[in-house]
């Protein structure tokens, strides 16, 4: 027979007793205070045992040396800024190459220096077995700058702070003073290096230099020699203004042909208007005329004339021969008058002749010279075209002799510019780089502290002693093991079971079986909603769920809260009242100002989303509550949903069956709870308007997808 009360047992979770664990330290505190001094007189003596080791530093700036005089191109400096972060990285490994550690091996001598030749007091048994092993090479076999080479790379270093380009050189050595002469040595010889790497350019550039300007002399000589010889053989001889003289002529012709045709013009001009004059007796306006002296004089003696004519006429009369002798006179100087204006005209006339015949031979010249001048271009063309090379090979022999010029320059200037400069000189430090004493002395006890402390709680944990023993859930009656009847003993009287309790036993299997076969239903009808949300959630970036009907408060409510807190562990999720009046999704927000905003409020228009948007106190589920407004929807469900679909993954809408038939186009799933004639209808107008419409019977279908 099965008992009916149940049996409880310990069972062990993964809670850690941190008081369990307080307590073994405790218990164990010499487990660790132990290592720990040990540690702490380890690290004392450590520190104050071994050799200590210096660390000097000089600083380099890479930047570019040159000034305007030193550079051949007197123009923009192509690198004012110094080399880029691979040119930095290139300079740091020239700083460490071994050509620039020979340099500086003898002058610090090292050679024989304990720290740096591993043969300055003879090979130590150790060397000597790892040379028999072939684990190392046999120093004696080594030169002496190889046996320091290898010390010496290992007490270098060189760094570059990050964008910059300044080079950090630090040696290190036992000695403080060779910590500082290594740096600054280093430095040198790189400075040395670069400036000898410049002159090697320098003299390269002037060997190649050298040829080229020698063959560009030879080239130059004969390109002007060929311009000479095609001058001679077609006597395009330069005249003034480094111009052919066939040309020259013929601008001397054009300008002498010009000044002909001024002077034609003129006296043309000058003959005309004097004949003009003359036929309106208008002589002595002539200006030709009237600047003549013999003109001057007949016009001084026709004015005393006429003077004495008419001093004779106040006391004679016309017929008077005194009076007629005075006006033959006038007459005479008259005729005098205008046969010097006429003689004046024909000279004018005679030199416009003249002037014309003159234009008229400088035009058969000009033509003539026209023709010569013609057939000496194409000539010319090739002359200049010679001439035009020889130049170019002029200035090319110019511009490289320049170039080799300062070339020999550079190489013999010692104090050629390098390519970087000492900012910081290395000093002989007063404190060893190594060790530390107190950081290392701090950091071992540290160390050895936590060490062991963990080992004491690792062994608690291990063990299971630092575990939470918790009391398991009592075990259903139908699943107790079977157990065997009591022995009665033979003395003791046999009673008869109880049989009211009998009764409530059996009342009890019966209930338990019959929450059974609820589970089971209520676990396929989870499985199948999960599987539906899934399978549209892999082709659709926000699932839209409508879970109906909702309108009154328990069981419906409750399934469409534990679905929506069931997908907010999978996405982003929003739980939204799609009916107004809906109160129970009031109390999944804290709100202490009264019943929060909602969707009636953000559809009336009087807030927006940050506002009726609220946060589920008990899960990472967003809740949209109904609302407290009543009033005309200002704007469409539709709108809404598209808005809240960009930002969510899920949307769970809990709706009536009237709100529900509204937001069915607008939704992927519908869930319809109940199995009776009124749910599948319902179901059938919710697919009609567009929606995936599933019926799940019962309530309370979904309440077991919170532990989902």
Not at 179 to 194: D, K, L, P, S, T
Not at 431 to 449: W, Y
Not at 569 to 575: A, K
Not at 605 to 631: E, K
């Amino acid at each position: 027979m099965r008992s009916g009360i149940p049996i409880e047992t310990e069972a062990v979770t993964n809670e850690i007793d941190l008081s369990h664990v307080g307590r073994a330290l405790a218990k164990k505190r010499w487990w660790v205070i132990g290592p720990t001094l040990v540690a702490f007189a380890g690290a004392l003596v450590f520190v104050n045992v071994v050799k200590p080791r210096y660390t000097s530093e000089a600083r380099l700036l890479l930047e570019n040396q040159d000034d305007f005089y030193a550079r051949v191109d007197k123009g923009e400096r192509i690198d004012a800024n110094g080399p880029d972060a691979e040119g930095v990285q290139s300079q740091i490994q020239l700083l460490t190459s071994r050509d620039l550690a020979r340099r500086i091996i003898k002058p610090l001598g090292l050679q024989g220096n304990v720290e740096f030749d591993p043969l300055a007091n003879g090979m130590g048994a150790l060397t000597r077995v790892m040379v028999l092993l072939g684990l190392t090479r046999d120093p004696r076999q080594m030169t002496p700058e190889d046996r320091i080479l290898e010390k010496f790379g290992e007490k270098l270093s060189v760094l570059s702070p990050t964008k910059t380009r300044v080079l950090s050189v630090e040696f290190s050595s036992r000695n403080p003073d060779l910590a500082a002469r290594g740096a600054n040595a280093v430095a040198g010889a790189y400075i040395e290096m670069q400036q000898e790497a410049k002159r090697d350019i320098a003299r390269a550039a002037a060997q190649s230099l050298a040829t080229l300007v020698s063959d560009l002399r030879t080239r130059v000589a004969e390109a002007e020699a060929k311009v000479e010889d095609y001058r001679a053989r077609t006597g395009l001889l330069v005249g003034a203004n480094n111009t052919v003289i066939s040309t020259q002529q013929l601008g001397e012709l054009n300008n002498q042909l010009s000044n002909a045709r001024a002077v034609q013009a003129d006296a043309q001009a000058k003959a005309n208007i004097l004949r003009d004059m003359l036929r309106q007796n208008r002589v002595g306006e002539i200006p030709d005329v009237a600047n003549n002296e013999v003109m001057r004089r007949i016009f001084e003696q026709r004015v005393a004339l006429r003077a004495q004519l008419a001093l004779e006429s106040r006391t004679l009369l016309p017929q008077h021969p005194r009076i007629k002798e005075l006006n033959a006179q006038l007459q005479d100087l008259d005729m005098q008058w205008r046969a010097a204006a006429e003689r004046t005209a024909r000279t004018l006339e005679n030199e416009a002749r003249i002037a014309s015949v003159r234009v008229e031979n400088l035009t058969k010249v000009l033509e003539d010279q026209k023709r010569v001048a013609g057939a000496a271009g194409a000539e010319e063309v090739k002359l200049r075209e010679l001439e035009r090379a020889a130049r170019l090979l002029k200035d090319q022999l110019e511009t490289e002799t320049a170039k080799y010029q300062e070339a020999l320059a550079r190489e013999r200037v010692k104090a050629t510019p390098a390519d970087a400069r000492i900012i910081q000189r290395a000093l002989a430090p007063q404190l060893p780089s190594f060790p530390k004493k107190l950081p290392v002395t701090v950091f071992a006890t540290l160390a050895a502290l936590i060490l062991s402390a963990g080992a004491v709680v690792a062994g608690e944990l291990l063990t299971g002693r630092a575990r939470i023993a918790t009391p398991a859930a009592p075990a259903p009656p139908g699943d107790e093991p079977e157990r065997e009847p009591a022995r009665v003993a033979a003395d003791e009287p046999v009673t008869a079971p109880d049989e009211p309790a009998i009764a409530s036993e059996e009342r009890a299997v019966a209930a338990i079986e019959e929450e059974a076969e609820r589970v089971a239903a209520r676990g396929e009808a989870e499985a199948e909603a999960v599987q539906r949300i899934d399978s549209a959630r892999a082709v659709q970036s926000c699932v839209k769920v409508l879970v109906t009907p909702c309108e009154t408060e328990g069981k419906p409510a409750e399934t469409a809260i534990a679905l929506a807190r069931n997908l907010s562990r999978r996405g982003r999720t929003l739980l939204a009242a799609a009916d107004h009046g809906a109160i129970a999704f009031d109390a999944l927000v804290h709100s202490p100002e009264g019943p929060p905003l909602g969707m009636s409020d953000l559809a009336a228009g009087v807030a927006d989303f940050a506002q009726v948007i609220h946060r589920d106190v008990d899960s990472r589920l967003h809740v949209l509550p109904a609302g407290v407004l009543q009033g005309e929807e200002r704007y469409d469900l539709a709108l809404v949903v598209m808005a809240l679909a960009h930002t969510y993954d899920f949307l769970v809408f809990a709706a009536s069956a009237e709100q529900a038939l509204r937001l069915a186009p607008h939704v992927d799933l519908a869930f319809v709870l109940g199995g009776d004639a009124a749910a599948e209808a319902l179901r059938a107008q919710i697919a009609q308007e567009g929606a995936d419409a599933h019926l799940l019977e019962g309530v309370g279908d979904l309440d077991g997808l919170v532990a989902a």
